[in-house]
């Protein structure tokens, strides 16, 4: 297997990663010194509005596009490492190829990715770093604003700065309260990332395999990439049952995350609704839509609405406390199903 070249992926993010006017300015300076007083005022309120205590706090950055780049692409690489090192020695047809290849093979790679984390990096407005950490801190803990991205939307949309800030991090902060108020999420997710490295290998016919499977697709009137994008269809299919479980997961700490925003923000902010409206309309906007369906980032923007859903519908039948039941263990986490059908869950469950 060929290695990513990782120089090259931040490279060709830069490309794609554009300029906006006001980065770097006193406009984003000004932000970087507002910004630990609003993570501090929304970790105080999302920790009493789901009952998942917080310890100490955490760093604090107002960051650019280029920053953010450089900080996935660390994090990329570290996770993928194990991988690479699993398939450098697996007695594919890839290794026996010269180095002249296989250096062009990991560029080619490192162009893809580049074009994926510069895509991204106009869009993210903030990040919560705990779960790939890139720095010395092991454990990471580090709430992230692009400031470029947030400047950016409150002016086209005209969005009081103090309030559209706040509300980013409300969310950054639930997904802070999520991985460091449930003593067991972090190993969890990173077991799941484990199980997806200790299922990929080599696939004797895995692209003949591909191949029948978007042609079966395609005849069937189907669309052959599915709910999980390029990535799922180039899974194995022991993989796709580990994706399966991360969507499950992720659509509840997303869902978790964005009805904690609104709900919280709507006590402060007079336009929540507004912002969320705007924000589910950029998530549609038909421009990028082809693209996102393609690698599999549709995915994730899915699970915005089907785990609000699913958080919604459990306090309709139960309450608001029956959620606390899915913090207990993983074992009693919503599957995939269940997302899409809160009753399975709540009767499995007890609640």
Same mark, same amino acid.
């Given at each position: 297997?060929?290695?990513v070249d990782w120089?090259t992926a931040?490279?060709i993010?830069?490309?794609f990663?554009g300029?906006y006017?006001?980065?770097?300015?006193?406009?984003e300076r000004r932000?970087e010194k507002?910004?630990?007083?609003?993570?501090?005022?929304?970790s105080?309120m999302v920790?009493e509005a789901?009952?998942l205590?917080?310890?100490?706090?955490?760093v604090?950055g107002?960051i650019t596009?280029?920053?953010?780049?450089?900080?996935n692409?660390r994090s990329?690489?570290?996770m993928l490492?194990?991988i690479?090192?699993?398939l450098?020695?697996d007695?594919?047809?890839?290794?026996d190829?010269?180095?002249e290849?296989r250096s062009?093979a990991g560029? %080619?790679?490192?162009v893809?990715i580049g074009?994926?984390?510069?895509?991204?990096?106009k869009r993210?407005?903030g990040q919560?770093e705990?779960?790939?950490?890139?720095?010395?801190?092991e454990y990471?803990?580090?709430v992230?604003?692009?400031g470029?991205?947030?400047?950016s939307m409150?002016r086209k949309?005209?969005?009081k700065?103090?309030?559209?800030?706040f509300?980013?991090?409300?969310?950054?902060?639930a997904?802070r309260a999520?991985f460091?108020?449930?003593?067991?999420?972090r190993p969890?997710?990173?077991s799941?990332v484990?199980?997806?490295?200790?299922?990929?290998?080599?696939?004797?016919?895995?692209?003949?395999?591909?191949?029948?499977?978007f042609?079966?697709a395609?005849l069937a009137?189907?669309?052959?990439?599915?709910?999980q994008g390029?990535?799922?269809l180039?899974a194995s299919?022991?993989q796709?049952?580990?994706?399966?479980?991360?969507?499950?997961?992720m659509?509840?700490l997303?869902?978790h995350?964005?009805v904690v925003m609104n709900r919280?923000? %709507?006590?402060?902010i %007079?336009?929540?609704s507004?912002m969320?409206d705007?924000?589910?309309a950029?998530?549609?906007d038909?421009?990028s839509a082809?693209?996102?369906?393609?690698?599999?980032?549709?995915?994730?923007?899915r699970?915005?609405?089907?785990? %609000?859903?699913?958080?919604?519908?459990v306090e309709?039948?139960a309450?608001?406390?029956a959620?606390?039941?899915?913090?207990?263990?993983?074992?009693?986490?919503?599957?995939?199903?269940?997302?899409?059908d809160?009753?399975l869950?709540?009767?499995r469950?007890?609640a």
């Open positions: 297997m060929s290695k120089d931040r490279n993010s830069r490309r990663s300029d006017p006001l980065a770097g300015t006193y406009h932000f507002q910004a630990p007083d609003l993570v501090a005022r929304a105080e920790s789901t009952g205590i917080t310890p100490g706090s955490p604090v107002v596009r280029h920053d953010w780049v450089d900080t692409t990329f690489s570290r490492k194990p690479e090192d699993a450098a020695g007695g594919s047809a890839s290794d190829d010269p180095p290849r062009i560029k %080619a790679m490192g893809q074009a994926l984390l510069g895509f991204m990096s993210v407005l919560y705990l779960v790939l950490p890139t720095g010395d801190n990471g803990d580090t992230l604003f692009v470029a991205n947030i400047l409150e949309h005209q969005f700065p103090s309030s559209f800030r509300w980013v991090a409300l969310h950054e902060c997904h999520q460091t108020g449930v003593p067991w999420m969890y997710f990173l799941l484990e199980e997806l490295i200790a299922t990929d290998g080599p696939e004797k016919g895995r692209f003949a395999r591909i191949s029948a499977e042609r079966a395609r009137g189907e669309d052959p990439f599915g709910d390029l990535v799922g180039l299919p022991a796709r049952g580990v994706i399966d479980k991360v969507q499950a997961l659509s509840l997303e869902g995350g964005h919280v923000g %709507a006590q402060e %007079a336009d929540v507004r969320s705007i924000l589910k950029r998530r549609k038909p421009k082809a693209f996102m369906k393609l690698i599999g980032i549709e995915m994730k923007l699970q915005y609405d089907d785990g %609000a859903k699913f958080i919604n519908e309709r039948l309450s608001w406390d959620l606390s039941m899915a913090w207990e263990s993983p074992e009693t986490l919503p599957t995939l199903d269940e997302i899409k809160p009753h869950w709540l009767k469950v007890g």
